[in-house]
């Protein structure tokens, strides 16, 4: 009897090995792929700024125009993305110098058949112009808190000096992403001079008007102070 059951014992230990030799070995369970915004995600490098160089932060900035219509009200809307470069020492408002670059193709004025005019050859033509550009040459101190930044903007193909009136740069703001702050420019343009020039009229009066507000809203950062060593 106890030889049999000695027996028994090994047949049972060589099967148990042979059984665990054939099983596939166990994969760790799969990882999800990480989300926008989780920790692992791989996100690009930002180009090192220069030592008065701040980021335009495009996700809480805005540019917009209102233009007359029928002379009798104001038709609002915003233009797209805004990137380019702001330069500034952080304490004289003389140092500062923009080139910005306003993005075309997204305009939004409510209204989608306006909106696809807009786009067109009548207007800005975004296939052939899909942006207008500001380069910044000169700045007039107005008062505490206000000055006039003087500067080539770019419709198209037509460049012309305009002013803009800024109200700004706000106080410094400490956060997560640095130091913050912003300012808000404003101009009136005659859109003739920059070859937007189709027009219609009702009763002798133009559908749309010559002058045209442009309102530019900037939030600026960088990690420190300028002037101080960034990375």
Same mark, same amino acid.
């Given at each position: 009897? &106890? ?24 994969? @760790? ?10 920790? !692992? ?6 180009? @090192? ?85 500001? &380069? ?6 107005? !008062?505490?808190?206000?000055? &006039? ?38 101009? &009136? ?5 920059? !070859? ?36």
């Amino acid at each position: 009897m &106890k030889r049999f059951s000695a027996v028994f014992l090994a047949a049972a230990v060589v099967s148990v090995s042979l059984l665990a030799q054939t099983q596939p070995p166990t994969q @760790p369970p799969a990882q999800p792929p990480a989300q926008p915004g989780q920790p !692992g995600q791989n996100r690009p490098q930002l180009p @090192p700024l220069g030592p008065n160089e701040w980021r335009i932060d495009s996700g809480h900035s805005a540019a917009g125009f209102a233009v007359k219509h029928n002379v009798v009200s104001t038709v609002r809307g915003q233009l797209g993305r805004i990137s380019g470069k702001i330069e500034w020492d952080g304490k004289d408002v003389k140092t500062i110098a923009a080139d910005i670059t306003i993005d075309v193709k997204a305009i939004n004025s409510q209204s989608e058949g306006r909106d696809r005019d807009l786009r067109s050859p009548n207007f800005f033509d975004v296939e052939n112009h899909p942006s207008m550009t500001f &380069k910044s040459k000169r700045v007039e101190p107005q !008062g505490a808190g206000r000055f &006039k930044l003087i500067g080539d903007l770019t419709i198209k193909t037509t460049t012309k000096e305009v002013v803009l009136d800024v109200e700004g740069p706000s106080p410094f703001m400490k956060s997560q992403r640095g130091i913050l702050t912003g300012a808000t420019a404003t101009t &009136k343009i005659n859109r003739h001079e920059f !070859g937007i020039t189709w027009n219609r009229m009702i009763e002798s009066l133009p559908v749309v008007s010559d002058d045209v507000v442009v309102t530019i809203d900037l939030e600026l950062t960088r990690p420190a102070m300028p002037g101080a060593p960034t990375q």
